[in-house]
């Protein structure tokens, strides 16, 4: 798939999705109380892991914005995805880092978790980004926090989210409802 890929069908884009889904399901690896009690950490090592798994995971994913310029991974995971999507539309990539991984200046956005708060960042000067057209990808949207004060990032350095996409939504924690105005995917839903 590239920048300049063409339309695809319904059914295409509905079987590389139920492939990816099927993946995910198959492989994430559920951890109750890890960061902290309470929380049901979804790891998706094992997805990536898998040369299967993680192709169809890129696949789908890229498919979200082929006519991005950007894609946009956040810290730590999403910098897999990330990296993965952009070499298979042919763009660059952005890692969107957490608070004091960047020398400055930097834009900065404090946002909440589910279970405390932090910061992301990406580079204040050096890349030219008002007027590109953002794919924004991240591995899981809980409470949605992180994902939104990502895409604020971009808007505050004059860039447009065009999409946001993840591989795991837990939509039991409404995250879908902090998000912008632009498209978002998830390739499962629970």
């Not at 399901?25 to 960061?35: A, G, K, N, S, V």
């Not at 990808?137 to 350095?157: E, N, R, W, Y």
Request: with cysteine.
């Amino acid at each position: 798939m590239s920048k300049h890929a063409a339309i695809e069908s319904d059914d295409a884009v509905a079987e590389r999705t139920a492939n990816a889904a099927e993946q995910v399901e198959r492989l994430t690896r559920w951890r109750d109380d890890f960061p902290t009690p309470g929380v049901r950490f979804a790891d998706l090592t094992p997805v990536f892991a898998d040369p299967e798994g993680f192709r169809a995971v890129i696949d789908c994913l890229a498919a979200c914005a082929p006519d991005a310029d950007l894609v946009a991974g956040v810290d730590a995971r999403g910098f897999l995805l990330g990296a993965g999507v952009a070499a298979t539309l042919g763009t660059g990539v952005l890692a969107v880092r957490k608070a004091g991984k960047l020398p400055p200046p930097v834009i900065s956005r404090e946002y909440t978790l589910e279970y405390g708060t932090a910061a992301l960042e990406i580079p204040g000067d050096g890349i030219a980004l008002a007027g590109k057209r953002v794919l924004l990808l991240d591995d899981v949207l809980a409470t949605g926090g992180t994902l939104a004060a990502a895409a604020s990032l971009f808007t505050q350095a004059g860039a447009e989210i065009v999409a946001a996409a993840v591989v795991l939504e837990l939509t039991f924690l409404d995250g879908r409802e902090r998000q912008g105005d632009h498209p978002l995917t998830s390739i499962v839903r629970v």
